[in-house]
């Protein structure tokens, strides 16, 4: 059977199932969505954000792309963030991350990939901007789980700054930006300390949560 063909006979077999189980599964799922958490995580097919967190479809909104990166010139990001915000009213955005993540390996390793190197660019920043750390570690994949880290702190400042969650903040919408960082070696997600509610102090947050990973 080719494999296209293999996931349409999965697919029919997942609806049965479903069905089977709870009866009033699709008609509830047909109705509007109306979920509380937008994830922004990585494309990474290892990484699926509903079945890690225990929730079903429909009570998670999620964007994706190479390493979780949040560019203020990516109108696809932004325009999920401000449908996830202005019509859903989430109340909280995660950015998550996880360890073994091959666009940050592959931006610290700096080799020519293509039109990909343009993006990974995002991140070689947020690696010079912290090369001290980074080079005071003893192994190279050390020093790449902390990229990812201090990726996820980066991003999560990059959507406090977005105009959209900027005007939810200054209208009381109760909105919560959290980094977070998932392990595949044992299936836990990881709060890396930067939680913000609104812009006030989101520098100084930002260096404490740097400042935390380092033990400091």
């Not at 190279?140 to 996820?152: C, F, I, S, W, Y």
């Not at 400042?157 to 903040?169: E, L």
């Not at 109760?174 to 520098?203: A, K, M, P």
Request: with cysteine; hydrophobic share 45%; charged share 20%.
């Amino acid at each position: 059977m080719p494999e296209r063909v293999a996931l349409l006979a999965n697919n029919r077999t997942w609806a049965e199932q479903m069905a089977h189980e709870d009866p009033e599964f699709f008609a509830r799922l047909a109705s509007q969505q109306s979920p509380k958490f937008l994830w922004i995580g990585c494309s990474d097919s290892r990484v699926p954000a509903n079945q890690i967190v225990g929730m079903s479809p429909g009570e998670i909104f999620v964007h994706r792309n190479i390493a979780n990166v949040v560019v203020h010139t990516d109108l696809n990001c932004l325009s999920v963030i401000q449908y996830a915000v202005d019509v859903l009213q989430v109340r909280h955005i995660l950015v998550v991350g996880h360890y073994g993540c091959g666009g940050v390996a592959a931006a610290w390793a700096g080799k020519p990939l293509g039109l990909i190197d343009n993006w990974l660019r995002h991140i070689q920043d947020v690696g010079s901007r912290h090369r001290a750390m980074l080079a005071a570690l003893p192994t190279e994949e050390a020093r790449v789980d902390r990229l990812t880290e201090l990726n996820v702190l980066a991003q999560v400042v990059d959507v406090c700054r977005t105009t959209m969650v900027q005007d939810a903040w200054r209208r009381g919408h109760v909105l919560t930006v959290s980094g977070w960082i998932y392990s595949l070696r044992d299936g836990l997600l990881r709060d890396l300390g930067l939680s913000r509610s609104g812009v006030e102090g989101l520098d100084e947050a930002h260096d404490a949560a740097v400042r935390g990973l380092a033990g400091g």
